[in-house]
């Protein structure tokens, strides 16, 4: 349905900028329609004046004429009349011919009713005059007011409609926005479900292959110690019988064969610790761990070395790189193999190698990853009864490597329990 507004006792037709400009545009020329015929009213008032002034002219003619045979008939009459118009008659002409006199006091009123329609025709005039101005400017007025209202109220309309669009744009802009940030998110969540999905079947396959790499470490370890505890076992029972032996046969054991049969056993000992330092064989399963490679290097770490004055002027109880542990002698065997597994066990803590002797005490080289409370981390275990920083200028309880290094190597002293 249409929507309309009544202005002016007209209704104009409501259009998306505001009224109808066709239904505005006829409503002015009705009004300027109206003016014409105002216009042609005032032409006729113009004629109607003209009209009398004609009128006047004619009557102002008869009553010339009237004049003019009235002084022929005084000129006929001379005679009569020798005193030289001492009383002056005025001759009139009937309709049918006749003449007849005419007083003073008619021609008085004649005067009088000419001067009447003169005045008449002027003030007529006036009025006509008057009248066409002022209808003329109330015209005009009018339809300037027509006009300047309704612009006014199709500016007023048109802003309406303007400020009503741009609102609707700008709410179907937000939910345009709102939508593709909401499209965003969902194509970002699920791209999340799937890396989820990717990645959980993968971290279950990794840390099956790294509990199965630590079972078979352990169980490893275990083969090992157990093959050491066997073989320490028979180089005891070794050494026990060829006491025995000598015993049996009267000699007297001196105390380098004793000794000698001590570091026997010290260095069966020492070779089987060598054996579980080796890497184990490569693993045939899909993901295993490459040979020869330490467990931060095999997560995709690669140990970065710090030196000791770098890692002294952060902290000093702080470790980073390679640091030696030293076990002065004697050496509690099985303390030392505890503290070997510790140390293997212990996470940013790589162990490198081990030597020395019993009787001598014995070195393990550890690589630090990260910096690490280590003196600690190490006097927290069991088997260690003492852990202290060796200071460089102090005499080495144990002696060191020549490894021609350029940088100083901190060192721990680690006392293990009896």
Do not use: C
Request: proline share 4%; aromatic share 2%.
């Amino acid at each position: 349905m249409e929507r309309k507004k009544e202005l002016w006792g007209h209704k104009f037709k409501i259009v998306k900028n505001g009224l109808d400009e066709a239904e505005v545009y006829s409503f002015v020329d009705s009004l300027t329609n109206q003016y014409g015929n105002l216009a042609k009213q005032i032409e006729h008032l113009d004629s109607l004046v003209s009209r009398l002034s004609y009128q006047y002219s004619h009557l102002a003619t008869k009553l010339e004429h009237l004049d003019s045979p009235a002084n022929h008939h005084t000129e006929r009459h001379a005679a009569e009349v020798d005193d030289g118009m001492e009383r002056l008659d005025l001759l009139g002409t009937t309709p049918n011919g006749d003449t007849v006199e005419v007083g003073s006091d008619k021609l008085e009123n004649l005067h009088a009713l000419t001067r009447f329609a003169e005045r008449t025709i002027v003030e007529a005039a006036k009025q006509a005059n008057a009248t066409k101005t002022e209808i003329e400017e109330k015209a005009k007025a009018k339809a300037i007011s027509i006009v300047a209202s309704a612009e006014e109220k199709a500016r007023v309309e048109a802003d309406a409609i303007i400020a009503e669009t741009e609102m609707r744009a700008k709410e179907r802009g937000e939910e345009i926005i709102a939508a593709a940030q909401q499209e965003a998110q969902e194509l970002i969540e699920g791209a999340q479900r799937r890396v989820e999905a990717v990645e959980a079947p993968a971290q279950d396959e990794a840390d099956q292959l790294v509990a199965e790499a630590r079972q078979e470490a352990e169980q490893n370890a275990q083969d090992i110690l157990g093959e050491a505890k066997k073989r320490a076992e028979e180089g005891a029972q070794l050494v026990k019988q060829e006491a025995d032996q000598l015993l049996a046969e009267g000699k007297q054991i001196t105390e380098d064969e004793i000794r000698q049969a001590f570091e026997n056993i010290q260095h069966n000992l020492l070779s089987l610790v060598e054996v579980f330092e080796k890497p184990p064989a490569k693993s045939t399963k899909k993901g295993g761990a490459v040979p020869g490679r330490s467990k931060t290097e095999a997560a995709g770490h690669v140990p970065t070395e710090t030196t000791t004055d770098e890692t002294e002027k952060r902290d000093p109880d702080l470790f980073t790189g390679t640091v030696e542990l030293a076990l002065p002698p004697p050496v509690v065997l099985d303390r030392m193999l505890q503290l070997h597994k510790h140390l293997k066990r212990t996470p940013n803590v790589d162990v490198l190698n081990l030597g020395g002797s019993v009787d001598k005490g014995i070195t393990i080289r550890v690589l630090v990853q990260n910096p690490t409370p280590l003196l600690k981390v190490i006097g927290k275990l069991s088997e260690v009864e003492e852990a202290s920083e060796e200071l460089p200028d102090a005499n080495k309880a144990v002696p060191g490597r020549e490894t021609g290094e350029e940088t100083s190597i901190r060192r721990i002293i680690v006392t293990t329990k009896e």
